[in-house]
């Protein structure tokens, strides 16, 4: 029993430690904010899907799913229906990322009929694993991929960027699980930036909870974030 008080002491202290406090406000803040993007992100993939659907609406389905046969990347050998729908995805590309997808790791026959099979095209090659992933839309990573290599959405390559950086610290480079408050302010505006050109209508409650974050407990004299 004592060994147990010992440990649960020990992790209490962890968590009150201001440092750890802002590493897991800035977890939280990801959490937060993932998930507010991913159901935005889910509405833009029906609507994207929507209108290619009606544009090419008398095709027929592919029997064969052209881009897993032998001639790759070859469109002009492809069947009609995968053909237009290649085309239809090449044309909502960035120009610089246009010429990296990777047809032969996506299911063409699948377009017509999942939205999130023609979105897998905007999973660069250094997240392929992500291709076999069935909840990669769910994923923060999926959000900021498809948001810089897609020409749906005006968000400026140097915003994404700063989220890709605050997250390899908090994410990937953080084996001791600490950020100075600094690191945790710079981490939360970087995903408030990011919400800020998106329309998340309804989910807008989460640029109030990040902002909570940010504020400090000064009653206590504590330096770390405030954990909601």
């Known amino acids: 029993m004592g060994q147990l008080t010992s ?17 897991l406000c800035a977890n939280m803040a990801f959490r937060e904010s993932s998930q507010a993007i991913s159901v935005y992100l889910h509405r833009s993939i029906a609507q994207i899907h929507k209108r290619i659907q009606r544009s090419i609406s008398s095709s027929s389905l592919c029997r064969i799913n052209c881009s897993k046969q032998e001639q790759g ?11 237009r729908w290649a085309m239809e995805i090449q044309s909502l590309c960035e120009s610089d990322y246009r010429e990296k997808i990777k047809f032969s790791h996506l299911n063409s026959s ?13 999973i660069p090659k250094a997240h392929r694993l992500y291709y076999k992933a069935e909840e990669f839309h769910e994923d923060l990573r999926f959000g900021l991929s ?4 897609c020409k749906e959405f005006s968000v ?22 600490r950020l100075s408050r600094q690191q945790m302010e710079e981490t939360i505006q970087a995903l408030l930036e990011l919400l800020s050109y ?15 974050l940010l504020q400090r407990d000064v009653e206590d004299g504590n330096e770390g974030c405030v954990i909601m």
């Open 146 to 149: 498809f948001i810089e290599n």
């Open 156 to 177: 400026p390559k140097h915003v994404c960027e700063r989220v890709w950086q605050v997250r390899g610290r908090v994410k990937r480079k953080n084996v001791r699980m």
């Open 73 to 83: 990347n070859g469109l002009n050998r492809w069947c009609p229906t995968c053909e």
């Open 7 to 23: 440990r649960q002491e020990m992790l209490s202290m962890e968590v009150t430690e201001p440092y750890m406090r802002n590493w």
């Open 198 to 212: 998106l329309d998340i209508g309804d989910d807008n409650i989460v640029i109030n909870k990040l902002e909570t």
């Open 110 to 122: 699948q377009w017509p009929i999942n939205p999130y099979e023609v979105v897998r095209a905007f």
